[in-house]
């Protein structure tokens, strides 16, 4: 497994959080966002990463999922109650709800996806992302792509963890054109103010598509959703249209792989290892090196990447290829600051 580096010292570290030996009496438990467990995305890659625990460890996976916000509390008080060495709650707006739980059960074991407390919570250990890094290397490929000169995105939630993705899409836009002399636009954020387009959900594929259809009557041909699976409504309109007309950005998982009926509309994905963290933190928690802290992916460790452009990649010129892999090694080398 890749390593992570550390942003939060831990504090503690605690025996009575730790499985026996015997690998096939360890149990892993897993809430789920609202998207559900089959999203093709966001909940699904973690997912994933209790499953290759199975594989790979020899574990018990088991999972609620759940279908408001409303059932967050509840979903993880009846893991609390149901023989989990560890519980991993899946996405920031179950923060709170962790953080409860964590409080009233001190010996329990947790782990949460895009979340991280400050100050340490003691035996939660928080999974977050450097998406920015490979956002700022989509956007930068999808300038040099677009033949409108115009990107678009949205989110569904404007929370950190889907504004990151907006952020560096947004910037490696503007960092292609300052390097080339371009004057690409990106419609539906703005990282100054703040302020874009959000569908306020994470789950109605026709919000998808109309927002989509919206930011492609703009004059957009490269649209980056950042919504799970709101994001499928907008592969279907791209899949009408035709991806000579609008291709798109997935997130989270290489969709290209995931949502194979519109594998041809996506020029890359926005990789999120979720299921890499995941694993390692189970892996933690059966080997007794669990503690309470933050795990961060990036680009240097692999944590997050930009997927391969698969049957587009006759649409990224050499040169274009040449720039982008100057990029990412600035970006890992820290000559290039994603955040500016």
């Known amino acids: 497994m890749f390593s992570f580096r550390k942003t939060l010292a831990p504090t503690f570290l605690a025996a009575a959080l730790i499985a026996g030996s015997d690998a096939s009496a360890f149990t892993a438990c897993q809430v789920t966002d609202t998207g559900g467990i089959d999203d093709n995305s966001f909940n699904q ?33 009846s ?26 059960n001190p010996d329990q074991a947790f782990s949460i996806v895009d979340y ?84 306020n959900n994470f789950n109605s594929l026709d919000d998808g598509r109309a927002f989509a259809q919206n930011l492609y ?31 798109l950005v997935g997130v989270d998982a290489d969709l290209y792989l995931t949502d194979p009926n519109n594998s041809h509309v996506y020029l890359t994905s926005v990789t999120k290892r979720m299921d890499a963290t995941v694993s390692e933190v189970i892996a933690r928690a059966m080997n007794g090196s669990f503690e309470g802290g933050v795990l961060v992916g990036t680009l240097d460790n692999g944590g997050v990447d930009l997927a391969p452009f698969h049957d587009m990649a006759e649409r990224v010129p050499a040169e274009l290829s040449t720039k982008l892999a100057a990029v990412r090694a600035g970006i890992i080398d820290g000559s290039i600051n994603v955040g500016e």
């Open 45 to 77: 890659t973690a997912w994933q990463g209790v499953l290759d625990a199975q594989e790979s460890l020899g574990v018990e996976g088991r999972f609620l999922e759940s279908q408001a916000e409303t059932d967050y509390v509840a979903n993880i008080n």
């Open 79 to 104: 893991l609390v109650n149901g023989d989990c060495d560890i519980i991993i709650t899946v996405g920031f707006l179950l923060g709170d709800a962790t953080k409860e739980a964590a409080a009233a």
């Open 116 to 199: 991280a407390y400050d100050p340490v919570i003691p035996n939660i250990l928080g999974q977050v992302y450097a998406t920015d890094e490979a956002a700022f290397l989509a956007g930068y490929v999808a300038a040099g792509v677009t033949k409108t000169g115009v990107l678009g995105t949205f989110g569904g939630i404007n929370i950190p963890p889907v504004t990151i993705f907006m952020d560096g899409f947004y910037r490696g836009a503007m960092y292609y054109n300052a390097q080339n002399g371009t004057e690409v636009t990106v419609l539906g954020w703005n990282p100054e103010t703040r302020e874009g387009l959000f569908t």
């Open 217 to 247: 009557d703009e004059g957009a041909d490269i649209v980056m959703p950042v919504a799970g699976p709101v994001g499928l409504g907008s592969a279907s309109l791209a899949n009408e249209l035709g991806a000579d007309k609008l291709m």
